[in-house]
């Protein structure tokens, strides 16, 4: 309880930090009451197409090309791709963890051959290998998530090695490992607590890539096409960029926001997690 309330402190310290929290919280909540402030389809006409902004009390941001309301494609928009990024996160991160944390411990042949595999995904660009998995498995949110996670699992990993090799010779270790404990037991309990700064704040940062992923796609065309993204908002908004501008602007300031919110708190965390950053 101590130290959950040290932390809130000096988490609350940095004001970057706190901004983007809030920030990030606004996205959140959003993202969570857009069946509420907007129960009806976000694919739906609901009034003249390109009705600009403040022009129409029903719609304050104003409508696109097919007449559908952008307000409501912004906060349905947010339910996706923080879905997206979380889930994608969540999948990399128990891939990346049990792959880098076996190969740490581990070592020798074991080693060899986890880092042979994840140096096959490292040496194709990430965005190339996403658009060939999201082809090669049809375009749809979980196929979205699925590729972005397998295409950020290897950093994660390599960090995640790096770390359990320089914790398992260390004392602690060594007393457990003459106690009798198993070696699962040794992973889970004493060495992966002691990676858990650097793996949240990399994981932070993470989802915030995750999230820039699923709007590329999205504008490409590669997105689901049932639901509603800041990607296809800009996709279908690029086209009338010169007469409705603000089709663009709006979900390319909701992108900046989240993601920098999303980096602001990764940096705090960074901060505050860190103890050479600390002293």
């Known amino acids: 309880m101590v130290r959950a309330m040290r ?8 004001w970057p930090a706190l901004l983007g929290l809030v920030l ?50 912004i906060v349905h928009g947010a339910r996706v791709s923080l879905a997206v990024g979380f889930s994608a996160t969540l999948v ?20 060899d051959l986890l880092m042979r595999l994840t140096e096959v995904f490292q040496t194709i660009p990430n965005f190339v290998l996403l658009i060939v998995l999201v082809v090669v498995l049809q375009p749809s949110l979980g196929t979205v998530t699925v590729a ?20 398992r010779r260390r004392e602690f270790v060594q007393s457990c490992v003459t106690l009798g404990m198993g070696h699962l037991r040794i ?33 490409l065309g590669l997105g689901d096409p ?25 979900p390319g300031v909701a992108i900046i926001l989240t993601v920098l919110s999303i980096n602001l708190v990764a940096e705090g965390l960074n901060d505050v997690l860190n103890p050479r950053l600390q002293r």
């Open 24 to 73: 990030l919280l606004a996205v959140v909540c959003a993202a969570l009451f857009a069946p509420v402030f907007y129960p009806e389809d976000p694919l739906e006409m609901v009034g003249q197409p390109l009705t600009w902004p403040g022009k129409d009390a029903t719609t304050p941001l104003g409508t696109d090309t097919l007449g559908r309301d952008v307000a409501s494609g």
């Open 187 to 219: 992973v889970l309990t004493q060495i992966l607590p002691n990676c858990l700064a650097p793996v949240i704040v990399t994981a932070s940062i993470m989802m915030a890539s995750a999230i820039l992923m699923e709007t590329g796609l999205s504008f």
């Open 7 to 14: 932390f809130a402190r000096d988490f609350a310290r940095r």
């Open 92 to 111: 990399a991160m128990i891939v990346g963890v049990g792959v880098g944390a076996t190969a740490g411990y581990a070592g020798g042949r074991v080693d």
């Open 148 to 167: 972005i996670a397998a295409v950020s699992w290897p950093s994660l990993a390599r960090l995640v090695r790096a770390e359990v090799m320089a914790l």
């Open 226 to 250: 049932n639901v509603v993204s800041w990607g296809s908002m800009i996709g279908n908004g690029r086209n009338s960029l010169r007469t409705a501008w603000y089709l663009c602007a709006i």
